[in-house]
C-alpha cells in the first residue's frame, strides 16, 4: 500500500505556456501533500504544503501566483507552473502524508524542461 | 543557513562490509527523522524513521542512530549488497512539535557506492 502517482513524468513546453502536474495518493486518503523541487545534484526543497480543502502554504520565496496548487480532494493535488520559464526547469515531486500516520510517501517525480 | 547536513557527498563500502552514513541537524524543534533512498529522476523511497524519544530504530539491515545531544544521526547498513547503490537522503520534521503536518527539511544527500 501507500503509492502516489504523478503524472505526467515528463514534460517539455516553451517558455510562457503553463503546465499542470498531478499528485495522487492511489490507495490512501492524504489530508496533506508536499511539493518538492529538486536541482540537479541538490538536495529536495519544499516549496509548498498542500491541505485539502485550504489554501496552500508556501514556503519563503516561493511565489504563490507562479506555482499554484490545488488540493480538491483527498487523494489529489495538482501543482500549475504558469507562464514557465527557463529557470522554472527542475524535478518536481510530490509527497503524500496518509492522513493519522506521520510518513510521507512520495510520487515518482515530474521532470520540467522549458525550452 | 542549511538545517540538515550530509557533509559526505559520496561514499565507497566493499559488499558485504558495513555502510554508515552520517547526517547532522540545527534546529532543535526537529522530532521526527528518516532516511530515504534515491535513484535519478525517480521519487525518494523511504527506508527508516525514529522518532526523537528513540534513539535506535532497526528495520532488517537498516539501523538508525539517534544521539540527541549531538544533533546527530546515522544510518547503518549492515551487510552492504550492490542494490544498496544510490543517494541517501537524511530528512527532519518537526512533525510532533509542530502539530503533525510538516515538510521535510531534506540534506543533500550522500552517494553511496557499493564495490563488489
Known amino acids: 500500500g501507500a503509492v502516489v502517482s504523478q503524472h505526467p513524468s515528463r514534460v517539455i513546453c516553451k517558455s510562457g505556456t503553463s503546465v499542470k502536474i498531478e499528485c495522487r495518493s492511489l490507495d490512501f486518503q492524504a489530508t496533506t501533500m508536499f511539493w518538492y523541487r529538486q536541482f540537479p545534484k541538490q538536495s529536495l526543497m519544499l516549496m509548498a504544503t498542500s491541505n485539502e480543502g485550504s489554501k496552500a502554504t508556501y514556503e519563503q520565496g516561493v511565489e504563490k501566483d507562479k506555482f499554484l496548487i490545488n488540493h480538491a480532494s483527498l487523494t489529489l493535488s495538482t501543482l500549475t507552473v504558469t507562464s514557465a520559464h527557463p529557470e522554472d526547469s527542475s524535478f518536481y515531486i510530490c509527497s503524500a502524508l496518509r492522513t493519522g500516520r506521520g510518513e510521507q510517501f512520495f510520487g515518482p517525480g515530474t521532470r520540467l524542461t522549458v525550452l | 543557513d542549511q538545517q540538515v547536513k550530509q557533509n559526505s557527498p559520496s561514499l565507497s563500502v566493499q559488499e558485504g562490509r558495513i555502510s554508515i552514513l552520517n547526517c547532522d541537524y540545527t534546529?532543535?524543534?526537529?522530532?521526527?527523522f528518516l532516511w530515504y533512498k534515491k535513484y535519478p529522476a525517480e521519487g525518494p523511497t523511504f527506508l527508516i524513521s525514529?522518532?526523537?524519544?528513540?534513539d535506535k530504530n532497526e528495520d532488517g539491515r537498516f539501523t538508525v542512530f539517534l544521539n540527541k545531544s549531538a544533533k546527530h544521526l546515522s544510518l547503518h547498513i549492515v551487510p552492504s549488497q550492490p542494490g544498496d547503490s544510490a543517494v541517501y537522503f537524511c530528512a527532519a520534521s518537526a512533525q510532533f512539535s509542530g502539530g503533525g503536518a510538516d515538510g521535510l527539511t531534506f540534506g543533500k544527500g550522500t552517494h553511496l557506492i557499493i564495490q563488489p
Open positions: 534546529n532543535s524543534m526537529f522530532d521526527y
Open positions: 525514529i522518532s526523537s524519544i528513540k
